[in-house]
């Protein structure tokens, strides 16, 4: 996935014509307007859209109205917002649900603990359809070992079986995403088993 905050239309444009398919944005107002002006510009073009960034419970219609995937859902109560809000003549939204891997006070994402039933809450849900797990692990040192480096990612592989083997039949099928990886440590998050690296900077330069 190309995430693409702060980077404008025609750099989104390039990049859909290049074969990107799969874009995600962090901010609902930046993300709306990019989703509305590249359907402008290439009518019918079959790009996904992916809202990664924190959700505010007043952000949810317009989230669940322009998005395809939701990856940050990290309480009941947005999961709830945004089923409730998807509107009836659209599939089902994708959902991920972000966990605190790294156990970072103060920082976005649900306990290990919390993320398994949180996914029976939103495998339940009609107009969600739950896909996986997100992470952002906390920036190691340069001198961390490999070892160090992977940790998170494979913690976060464990808990995908965990979850994976306690979901309801029918909806286990569809439980086949691991959102993680970023431009520093792709590498790593794909060799523990990431389905989905959401890279930046590495594809657009340094943002300013
Ligand atoms: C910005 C962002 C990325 C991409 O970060 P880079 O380091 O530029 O690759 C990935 N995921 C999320 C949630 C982001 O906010």
């Known amino acids: 996935m ?31 307007d990019k989703i ?13 859209w992916h809202f990664i960034g924190p959700i505010q419970s007043n952000k949810t219609r317009l989230i669940a109205e322009h998005f395809d995937w939701v990856h940050s ?6 999961a709830q917002r945004l089923s409730e809000q998807r509107p009836e003549n659209q599939p089902a939204l994708n959902i ?18 919390e993320a398994l039933m949180l996914a029976l809450a939103v ?3 009609p107009h969600l359809r739950l896909r996986g797990l997100m992470a952002i692990p906390a920036p190691l040192a340069e001198s961390a070992s490999e070892q160090e480096q992977q940790a998170p990612f494979l913690a976060m592989h464990t808990l995908f079986n965990q979850i994976k083997s306690t979901l309801p039949n029918n909806t286990q099928a569809h439980f086949d995403t691991l959102s993680m990886g970023m431009s520093a440590d792709y590498q790593h998050a794909i060799a523990a088993g990431s ?3 959401r890279i930046g900077s590495a594809l657009f330069g340094e943002r300013t």
């Open 2 to 32: 190309a995430a693409t905050k702060t980077h404008a239309v025609p750099v989104i444009q390039a990049a859909f014509e290049a074969g990107m398919r799969d874009f995600g944005e962090n901010y609902v107002q930046e993300g709306v």
């Open 123 to 125: 495998s339940q849900m």
């Open 73 to 78: 859902v990290d309480r009941l109560k947005i």
């Open 36 to 48: 509305v002006a590249l359907q402008q510009l290439l009518p019918n073009h079959s790009a996904h």
């Open 195 to 197: 389905t989905m690296v």
């Open 96 to 113: 991920c649900l972000q966990v605190n891997i790294s156990h970072e006070p103060s920082k976005r994402g649900c306990t290990p603990s």
